[in-house]
């Protein structure tokens, strides 16, 4: 997927789907979260999984418990990563490559 610039697993009626660079892959990723759960209301784990991996119990549509158990614990896998990198963080890596 990632030599594809696909982050997302994002198929099309002939296969994978390729985008140009990285940038161009998370930003095909926004939208589609935009568009398809984002601008319809759903803006959490159980209501994006409902629509994205739904399960039925007792007649009843709701998110797979084990798909949201797996975004949690990814979730708190990289919740202490941040967003930012300063100059700083760029020359402490390369003392420690």
């Not at 982050?7 to 990723?29: P, Q, T």
């Not at 984002?38 to 999984?49: D, M, R, V």
Request: a positive charge.
């Amino acid at each position: 997927m990632l030599k594809n610039n696909n982050i997302y697993g994002g198929m099309s009626s002939k296969g994978l789907i390729r985008h140009n660079n990285i940038e161009l892959g998370v930003l095909s990723f926004v939208r589609l979260m935009s568009r398809n759960y984002y601008g319809k209301g759903l803006n959490n784990l159980e209501t994006i999984g409902r629509v994205y991996c739904p399960v039925y119990v007792n007649g009843i549509k709701q998110a797979s418990p084990h798909w949201i158990y797996l975004v949690t614990n990814t979730k708190e896998k990289y919740a202490s990563y941040t967003d930012t990198i300063t100059i700083n963080d760029l020359i402490e890596w390369k003392e420690r490559v």
